[in-house]
C-alpha cells in the first residue's frame, strides 16, 4: 500500500499571509493614491489662484485709469467705485502769438483758442495729440478739470464736468458751455467715459460700467447688469489711503476664493493711484 504525503498550508500560515498582503496592499495605495490626491489638490488651488489674479489684473488696469481723486470706498470695505478715464492731455492756457491767421480752432483768432477760467468757455486747443480720444464721436463723454474730490471740485457732483461736444479734428475739444472752477498747475485734463464700480456680493466679485455719474455711491449700481468676474468669492475688502497732498494713493484689495471641498487661497494686491490732478 502507497503512502501519500500530503502537505499545505497551516492556519497561521495563512493568516500571516493574509495580514502581509493587507499591509502591501494598504501601502501600495497610499503611494498611488497620495500623489493623485496631491494633483487634484493643487489643481484646485492653481484654479481658485488663477482666477483671483484674473480678477486682481481686471482691477488694477481700471484703478490705474482712475480720474485722480475719484476713487471711494463703501458697502463695509466691499464696493469700490472710480471714474475711467478714456483719454487725457494738456490745454492751450496762454496765447500763440506765432498762430496763423487762417489757423484758428475756436475762433476766428488763432491765438485766442485757450481755455479761458474766467468766463464760461466752450472749447480750447489740445496741446499735443491725442491717441484714443475721437473727436468726433463723443456721446457720453465727459471734460474734467482739475478734480480734488471735494465740493468745491468734484467729478461726482459735476462742480467741475461737463459734457462733450463732436469736434470737426483732433486739435480741438469742444464742450457745454462751463466755467470751471480751477485751473490746473500743470494745463491738464481729463476725458472720462464711465464710472466703473466692483461690487463684493453673493460670493461674487461683479463689474459695473455705463451707468450715470451720481454724487452718491451706488450700490449696486441701478440699470446695468454686473459683469462676473470671479465667483467663489468667501470674502473681499477695499482699502483706499488718498495719501497726502493730492499726490498719490494707495488702494489694497483683498481677496479669499474657497471652493466646494474647502481648499481655500487668499490674495493680496497694492495698487498705486496717481491723484495729480
Given at each position: ?80 467705485e472710480l471714474l475711467h478715464v ?62 480734488l474730490g471735494n465740493l468745491s ?57 455705463g451707468y450715470a455719474i451720481s ?63
Amino acid at each position: 500500500m502507497i503512502r501519500y504525503k500530503y502537505q499545505g498550508f497551516t492556519l497561521i500560515e495563512l493568516i500571516m499571509v493574509i495580514v502581509i498582503v493587507g499591509i502591501l496592499a494598504t501601502i501600495t495605495t497610499k503611494i498611488i493614491t497620495f500623489p493623485v490626491s496631491s494633483y487634484l489638490d493643487l489643481q484646485r488651488r492653481t484654479t481658485l489662484v488663477d482666477t483671483a489674479e484674473l480678477a486682481l489684473r481686471l482691477m488694477q488696469r481700471d484703478i490705474r485709469r482712475s480720474l485722480p481723486n475719484s476713487v471711494r470706498i463703501t458697502g463695509g470695505d466691499t464696493v469700490i467705485e472710480l471714474l475711467h478715464v478714456e483719454e487725457g492731455g494738456r490745454y492751450r492756457a496762454g496765447l500763440d502769438i506765432n498762430a496763423a491767421a487762417t489757423a484758428g480752432l475756436c475762433s476766428s483768432n488763432p491765438a485766442g483758442d485757450i481755455l479761458d477760467f474766467t468766463l464760461a468757455d466752450n472749447c480750447f486747443e489740445v496741446i499735443g495729440n491725442l491717441k484714443v480720444f475721437n473727436p468726433q464721436a463723443t456721446a457720453g463723454e465727459s471734460l474734467v478739470i482739475y478734480n480734488l474730490g471735494n465740493l468745491s471740485a468734484d467729478a461726482y457732483a459735476g462742480s467741475n464736468q461737463t459734457k462733450m461736444i463732436n469736434s470737426s479734428n483732433a486739435k480741438v475739444i469742444n464742450f457745454n458751455t462751463f466755467r470751471f472752477p480751477f485751473n490746473s498747475p500743470q494745463q491738464r485734463f481729463f476725458i472720462i467715459d464711465t464710472p466703473v464700480t466692483y461690487l463684493c456680493t453673493n460670493n461674487q466679485l461683479l463689474r459695473y460700467s455705463g451707468y450715470a455719474i451720481s454724487a452718491t455711491q451706488p450700490n449696486p449700481p441701478t440699470g446695468v447688469i454686473g459683469q462676473l468676474q470671479a465667483n467663489k468669492i468667501a470674502s473681499c475688502s477695499f482699502i483706499y489711503d488718498p495719501g497726502t497732498a493730492a499726490r498719490s494713493g494707495l488702494v489694497t484689495i483683498k481677496i479669499t476664493l474657497t471652493d466646494t471641498v474647502g481648499e481655500s487661497v487668499q490674495l493680496m494686491q497694492q495698487i498705486h493711484v496717481d491723484n495729480v490732478p
